[in-house]
């Protein structure tokens, strides 16, 4: 009998366990916690896409799969970790471009450093006379809103003669067309150019654009759009697929776009204030609108990025003497600043902050700035230092 | 080698459906003489047929579990780990052979983990050859899931060591004793490990990789042999401690004479012990390996030069009478801590800790019918940061076995 209640109880607490066990497994992140994950009301169809492209982000390159031979990383989500930004391990050199007349360096390895090889193989390093800059990999969410701003919307935020005399202008890159892309619905044109809008120096077109790069200069994998080997300089046979790029550049578009934490926080509250007062917002533009996208839940929609979009002149501390396409070596592309607080959580628990990760703190971000950022840097100087704290907490929320 | 596998056990199988005399079948027990961890390739229970020389043995392993990260989940997981078959024959005398088969995830993975032909000149001098199981750490050797009371192998020996790591090889073993002492060494020269253990899918060095190379058994890659060595020493009173040494160089640095890249080597030291507290009966047991890969500086840093961790087990019986109708039957308490971390170093540009490790503890419950058999339940809480150190992912969760040799 004690053994017939003894077997009976055991049953009972397995049964008990098995239908309990999801209580003793660790809850999900809140969602402003994280970068990842897919914008809200995707389709099924949409969702299977968004994994299949999750996947693919996630593939660890290797010899045998095409890697390099030279390369900087060998997957996308080792610059990428967490869909944040990245760390100084994986952060880019470009080299060989000085002004816009384009890179001179092309046939010498530019414009991107390949400083790894696999086994057996030498890396690249910079040529002498070379120009070079360092880019730190940006986070990628939210990438889709950005992606279908209209050329008019920019253009509306463009002022280079500064009309408004606010000492910020701002221009776009208009750069020529790879082969390979087609203009967006909400493209225009200007002596047969196009507003490039990703990138440091907004030197990408679009998320394809930006991918077939990545695949390319950063892991040495070529595609059909882009089939020359970085290392031989010849064409070779694709060593990615065509579904598996669209299925990245996807991925990269249905990405949530950051929450802002603690938005209602009375601090974080005058700190948003003092963002606007002290003209920061003149460049990081709070809110924007996406025009028509094949992508139903990115049509027309209203977000935070924080940006314009636009090329700055942000001062000769910044000036690196390299750049891409149209923008001046001064030139910066002003990056988003969604998700800035969640930065460390894919930085290794610090901060990499301005183009390169020269900055640890955000006050030290914000003291870099110059050119166009100069007064608003004084008017930050000029704070006192419970406002500081709370343009800063402010920062921190996004 | 499905095909041989099967007509062999169709055949053995035949023999004993057309002799079916249950009299004659005799179950050979555990030897629980002292032992050393070296001596469990033959530490199993078999079943051998009157005067027939073929021994058969083999164990199973079933799991059920149910295990998530930071709230997403696969949901139900079962699965039939592995099964294992065990062919031992007496030669003649003083020559043994004895093979393990294992059938892993329903069959997807079949592999000889271990078969070879031992040859005793003296008890301290004998010649092994064959398919053996390199004596790196203690549990590649001492791997049978019924001996364990945990549902999962170590991580330490299953992501840093390949576990049932076993190679195409020849040495030399043997062992001595004296009082309560007891004296074994080991000493292997076998095929090994090759170039994607630093190039492989997974973005860190991992030695396991080699174990999906099924030409290690025939070709060597880099053509030089790996060496294994094992000392240990065991008293009654104090324990069993082990000292293990493996190494050679693993990339392919030539083909067809021509000189590819540099020789490339890995080192691997590991240290194991196991006790039994007397009175109390507490087991302990446990391993620590330190490895070292040679990894070409203009490679990434990805993949680390340096790695260690291990685990420890602690087993405390709590109950041990008739119980279920079983009068030999085992309830235990367990405990396992494990640590790992697959790239010990400090990154190139800032200095910084690179991390990629793991950090788990494991309270389990088991229940012995029998020592052939063992029901278990396990919790698992795991933390894993990825290489760059950020926030860690938080594993939990149950899981649930039987194993049993049979």
């Not at chain 1, 994994?51 to 900087?72: I, Q, W």
């Not at chain 1, 080299?95 to 090889?117: C, E, K």
């Amino acid at each position: 009998m004690r053994s017939l209640i003894l077997i009976v109880s055991t049953v009972i607490i397995l049964i008990l366990i098995i239908q309990s066990c999801e209580k003793f497994q660790p809850a999900a992140p809140s969602e402003d916690e994280i970068l990842d994950g897919p914008i809200e009301g995707l389709t099924n169809a949409e969702n299977i896409q968004f994994l299949n492209g999750d996947r693919a982000f996630s593939e660890v390159y290797t010899s045998s799969k095409g890697l390099g031979p030279l390369f900087v990383t060998n997957s996308c989500v080792s610059c990428h970790s967490g869909d944040g930004k990245g760390h100084p391990f994986s952060t880019l050199t470009r080299f060989g471009q000085s002004d816009t007349s384009g890179n001179q360096f092309l046939t010498m390895g530019g414009p991107q450093l390949q400083h790894r090889a696999i086994p057996g193989y030498e890396p690249e390093s910079i040529p002498e006379g070379a120009s070079f800059s360092r880019f730190t990999p940006p986070a990628v969410t939210g990438l889709g809103y950005l992606q279908y701003v209209t050329d008019a919307d920019i253009l509306e935020m463009a002022d280079p003669n500064d009309m408004d005399n606010d000492g910020v202008s701002g221009v776009p890159n208009w750069m020529p067309l790879k082969d390979f892309l087609q203009p967006s619905t909400n493209a225009i044109s200007q002596n047969g150019k196009y507003i490039h809008r990703f990138g440091k120096k907004a030197s990408a077109y679009d998320l394809l654009d930006q991918t077939v790069g990545a695949y390319n200069q950063d892991m040495g994998i070529t595609s059909t759009f882009s089939p020359i080997d970085t290392y031989s300089g010849l064409s070779i046979d694709p060593e990615v697929s065509d579904k598996d790029v669209r299925d990245v550049v996807f991925y990269l578009e249905t990405l949530k776009a950051p929450i802002q934490r603690n938005k209602d926080d009375p601090e974080v509250v005058q700190g948003k204030n003092l963002f606007v007062d002290i003209n920061c917002a003149a460049c990081h533009k709070p809110t924007l609108t996406t025009g028509y996208s094949p992508i139903d839940k990115l049509s027309n929609k209203t977000f935070h990025p924080y940006t314009d979009l636009l090329l700055h002149d942000m001062g000769s501390n910044l000036d690196d003497g390299y750049t891409e396409g149209a923008a001046q070596t001064y030139e910066w592309r002003t990056p988003p600043l969604w998700g800035l607080g969640l930065s460390p959580t894919t930085q290794g628990g610090q901060y990499f902050l301005m183009h390169d990760g020269r900055a640890n703190t955000i006050e030290e971000a914000i003291l870099m700035h110059g050119g166009e950022a100069q007064s608003s840097k004084l008017l930050y100087e000029n704070l006192a230092e419970q406002e500081k704290n709370a343009l800063i907490k402010f920062l921190e929320s996004l | 080698m499905k095909k041989r596998i099967t007509i062999v056990f169709v055949l053995l199988s035949a023999l004993s459906y057309s002799q079916i005399d249950s009299t004659l079948f005799k179950r050979t027990e555990k030897d629980s003489s002292l032992q050393l961890n070296m001596d469990a390739v033959y530490d199993r229970p078999f079943l051998s047929y009157g005067k027939f020389p073929v021994s058969l043995g083999g164990y199973a392993e079933v799991n059920w579990q149910h295990i998530g990260t930071d709230g997403v989940s696969e949901g139900h997981q079962f699965q039939m780990r592995r099964m294992t078959l065990f062919v031992a024959s007496t030669i003649s005398r003083k020559i043994k052979f004895l093979s393990e088969i294992e059938f892993e995830e329903g069959g997807k993975e079949i592999a000889i983990e271990f078969a070879s032909i031992d040859v005793e000149f003296h008890p301290l001098f004998n010649l092994r050859s064959g398919i053996i199981m390199n004596p790196i750490g203690a549990f590649n050797q001492n791997h049978d899931g019924p001996k364990w009371e945990f549902t999962d192998r170590p991580v330490s020996a299953v992501q840093l060591l390949p576990a049932t790591w076993s190679n195409a090889g020849f040495g030399l073993f043997g062992k001595t004793y004296k009082g309560d002492w007891m004296f074994g060494y080991e000493f292997y020269l076998s095929g090994g490990f090759d170039d994607e253990i630093i190039d492989n899918d997974l973005g860190k060095t991992f030695l396991p990789v080699s174990k999906d190379n099924p030409e290690r058994f025939t070709e060597s890659a880099s053509g030089r042999p790996l060496t294994t060595a094992k000392l240990a020493i065991r008293n009654k009173y104090v324990g069993e401690i082990g000292l293990s040494y493996m190494g050679g160089v693993y990339n392919t640095y030539q083909d067809d004479g021509i000189i590819l890249d540099d020789k490339r080597r890995l080192n691997v030291f590991a240290i194991d012990y196991n006790t039994t507290i007397p009175k109390i009966n507490t087991f302990i047991t446990g391993e620590f390996v330190w490895i070292h890969v040679e990894v070409p500086e203009s490679y990434t840093q990805q993949y680390g030069n340096m790695q260690h961790g291990g685990f420890i087990d602690v087993v405390q019986p709590v109950l041990q009478r008739k119980m279920f109708g079983w009068e030999d039957a085992t309830l235990n308490l367990a405990f396992r801590l494990e640590y790992v971390d697959w790239n010990v170093g400090k990154f190139d540009e800032t200095g910084g800790n690179i991390a990629d490790d793991l950090w788990s503890v494991m309270p389990a419950i088991s229940f012995r019918p029998s020592q052939q058999t063992v029901f278990r339940l396990n919790y698992r809480i795991q933390r894993q940061q990825d290489f760059l150190g950020n926030v860690p992912a938080n594993t939990a969760g149950f899981s649930f076995g039987i194993s049993s040799y049979f």
